[in-house]
């Protein structure tokens, strides 16, 4: 009897070390997960801050180009304005009658 006893404990401690190895090898890979996954985000986030990035250089680009065709038509409409202004001052300034006679 004193052998099986003896058998037993060492199934029993044969048992605990192969637990306390299983354990390590899933902690292991548990961490090594979270290493990939850390490391997958972390990419993910540079390619959408790239994409940020070039969408905001494009936006300025857009704006500027927008904001110089903006200038443009206000300049052209004052030309306009102060062509209008011109002539209706050199017609107000015409005897109309003579026009007429």
Do not use: C, P, Y
């Not at 990939?36 to 540079?46: C, N």
């Not at 110089?68 to 206000?74: G, P, Q």
């Amino acid at each position: 009897m004193a052998t099986e006893e003896v058998n037993l404990f060492d199934l029993l401690e044969s048992r605990r070390i192969e637990s306390q190895e299983a354990n390590a090898i899933l902690h292991k890979r548990i961490t090594e997960l979270k290493d990939e996954l850390m490391e997958e985000v972390a990419e993910s986030h540079r390619e959408i801050m790239k994409e940020i990035k070039e969408m905001k250089e494009e936006s300025k680009a857009h704006h500027d180009k927008m904001d110089a065709r903006l200038t443009e038509l206000e300049r052209w409409k004052w030309v306009v304005i102060g062509g209008a202004i011109a002539i209706g001052f050199v017609i107000a300034q015409m005897d109309i009658g003579s026009l007429f006679s």
